[in-house]
């Protein structure tokens, strides 16, 4: 489909912070946000002007999602929280509210810009030195032998969100299910420079609350595997599952012809070629005892019933965001060609089981 105008360059804007322009959008983000913020907060229903459905929340990641912001300045700090957000998952509104309190203020300071920068990297690093420090108030000791200080914490939090509208048997319910989530991303073991876990939430329409549950692993969607048969999976002598994770396509589909020139030789199947070095490669997968064999992409059927013959889970168009999560979990590293399997790219897994929901 062609364009229907030209594609334009990129627009560079350089004017100063002063202007009425950036003040009134400024101001208006930061009431916004700050009209949301604390136990006192309301609730905001955002609509976009075209139409589509109405968002009620005063949560930062659904505002600043769903907020149309066309001054360049605005863009670049909700841009920023938002980044902060999917890093930390924790305090946009705070970070939202404190960039535009930095900015406004600044700005009514007759200071060269220069020195701003210098102040904001002193404060940057006075700050960090604080919450660093044993004297921090942000920090709260926590007994593991007692749980009553966490417990009190995450359901003051759930308390907080009136949207929710949860009654208090299924707050009760909830905040177990957060702690337990929590104690799951504690190592066990401790390091110098320990690092939690991670937690991945999926909802679930059409359940009830105290249904939710908490599952120690990663949840991938397989619509493929039916759920009454029991599942058959290869594992090692050791009794682990070996795990290959594909972050290229399986599917037998040729290269774009763009990216160079392929020569073929008379009576050569490009098709078939590649149909066989995926099956070698599954070959290969079934003799190191692999037992589950995840790609990010779609894989040949042909191929798939192979592996299924010989006890062997696939999986394919699992996606971008499950290769990470999956990586890290399993010591496995993602495999980027049929051509070269190497069995330092394997991980393991002590187990797979089939979860069902709302089916």
Known sequence: MSRLEAKKPALFISEPLTKDTVSQSLSLLSGILKSCYGPAGRLKQLHN?????????????????????SHPVLSVLTASVQNHISRFSDCGLFTAILCCSLVENFRSLNVASCTIIKISKHLLSLCMDYLKSEACGCRVSVDFSSLETLLCLVRSILTSKPACMLNKPEVDHLTMLILKAFMFTVPCHVETNAVLG???????KGRRVVDSTVLPGLLIETPEIQLAKP???????????????????MSGDLSNPEEGTITVHHGISLEMSELNQLLHVGKQLVNDEVGLVVCQKVIHPSLKQYLKENHVIAVDRAGLSLMEPLSRMTGSKPIASIHSLSPSCYGSL????IESFAS
């Open 198 to 204: 991670k937690c991945i939430i999926v909802p679930v």
């Open 49 to 69: 002007g075209v139409g589509g459905y109405v968002c009620t929340t005063s949560q930062s990641s659904a505002i600043l999602s769903r907020l149309s912001v």
């Open 231 to 249: 599942l058959a999976v290869k594992r090692t002598c050791s009794n682990m599952i070996k795990i290959a994770l594909f972050c290229v396509s």
């Open 350 to 353: 002590k187990d797979v089981r």
